[in-house]
């Protein structure tokens, strides 16, 4: 006999929760129930969900079940940034990030296995792309990292924000993505306000009106050039939507929200970005964008063939910006001990484009 697949409820945001209920005959309010047990709790077993009769716990076990990913290694940093491998159902790992600050602590969560994009300084883009992360395994990750991390000693979750800066371009995974940022809002998941969860994308135009019409969180977008030329080598995707579409998609995602600025992510290559006649033509293009820029300082990985600018060329960059009134922070190198950093997570994955293969053979274009 046949039976049909289980649904994992990890993967429905709110709305399809309820509709899900209602498809089995029961009050839409079960839905908050299952998801506070699910997400507030991290409840993982029907058992344990004790406000729900033991007949329809029975009867949730038939239909559905709870799936998270398998931890298969769990590493923490000097700093303090922890960082795990999930395993998914199809063995491909994936990996995510917990950074602690002060007054707050930031999971870095991935949205594909790979990545597309081949943007030419990053270790993801390099390993090739095997397919979109589901909804489940997108807030699942969040699930896993809450459970491990505990409460602090006031009983408050250290994850306060979130951004979807893992593996992967989130935008080309819209409807997944969309799915768990929702829960990552909601109230009866995870409760994060808007402004703590920022989706980061390498400028998929069409999709940034999108997002701003359906999921209206913060935004970041990785820049890393001041003009076209040179972006189309660093980020590819620039040749299909270059700057100038890019940074009007920009204005409008933040047109009439109360003084909300896009965060530009500039990593810092040596020789190749990082002059400050760049800086100066950046300033020029982000004069009319409320902006914030977060200079990355390069984190190198095996098959790199880009240096980490120098301090002193980080810090004169970020003056020039500075001193043009572009508010301007230059990323703590985080987790770097542990493979851990912006850029470097690679996860294990199969790769389907066979474009990992090319890499190590070097027969990819580089810049
Ligand atoms: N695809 C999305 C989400 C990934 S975010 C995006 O491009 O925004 C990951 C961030 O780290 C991006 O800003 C990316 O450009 C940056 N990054 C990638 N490789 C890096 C490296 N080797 N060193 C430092 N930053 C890197």
Redesign the pocket.
């Known amino acids: 006999m046949v039976t049909a697949a289980k649904t994992n409820l990890f993967g429905l945001a709110p709305s399809a929760m309820r509709a899900f209920f209602v498809g089995m005959g029961e009050k839409p309010f079960r839905a908050a129930q299952v998801l506070q047990w699910i997400h507030h709790y991290g409840a993982d077993s029907f058992d344990s969900m004790t406000n729900i009769s033991r007949p329809l716990r029975q009867r949730l076990a038939e239909v559905a079940e709870i799936m998270a990913p398998e931890i298969v290694l769990d590493q923490e940093a000097a700093d303090g940034t922890r960082k795990w491998l999930l395993r998914l159902a199809d063995g491909n790992c994936i990996e995510t990030v917990f950074i602690p600050e002060e007054g707050r602590g930031t999971l ?1 969560v991935s ?1 594909q296995v790979g ?1 597309t ?1 081949n ?1 030419s ?5 390099h390993q090739g792309f095997n397919r979109n992360l589901e909804a489940a395994e997108i807030i699942a990750q969040l699930w896993v990292a809450n459970r491990a991390l505990g409460r602090d000693p006031r009983g408050e979750r250290l994850i306060t924000n979130v ?9 080309l995974n819209f409807d997944n993505v969309i799915a768990a940022m929702q829960l990552m809002l909601d109230d009866m998941a995870y409760g994060l306000s808007r402004r703590r969860v920022t ?5 998929v135009v069409p999709a940034i009106d999108r997002l701003r019409d359906t999921c209206h969180v913060s935004l ?3 820049l ?1 050039a001041p003009n076209d030329a040179l972006r189309d080598r660093l ?1 590819p995707l620039n040749r299909k939507y270059p700057i100038a579409e890019l940074l009007d998609a920009c204005r409008r995602y933040v047109a009439g929200d109360g003084g909300r600025r896009v965060t530009f ?1 500039y ?2 290559l040596a020789g190749v970005n990082d002059s400050i006649g760049q800086a100066r033509e950046l300033v020029g293009l982000l004069s009319d964008v409320p902006s914030k820029v ?1 200079l ?6 095996p098959e ?1 063939v ?1 240096e ?1 600018s120098q301090r002193a060329a980080i810090d004169r960059f970020r003056d020039v910006l500075m001193n043009a009134g572009l508010m301007t922070v230059t990323r703590k190198t985080r987790g770097d001990d542990i493979d851990a ?5 690679a996860g294990r994955i199969e790769d389907r484009t066979r474009r990992s293969l090319r890499t190590r053979q070097g027969s990819v274009s580089q810049p």
């Open positions: 870095c949205s990545c994009l943007c300084f990053c270790a993801t883009g951004v979807m800066m893992g593996m992967g371009e989130p935008l989706l980061s994308t390498a400028g970041a977008v990785s890393h980020v992510e990593v810092m977060n990355i300082p390069f984190n190198p990985f790199g880009y980490r950093a912006c850029g470097q997570l």
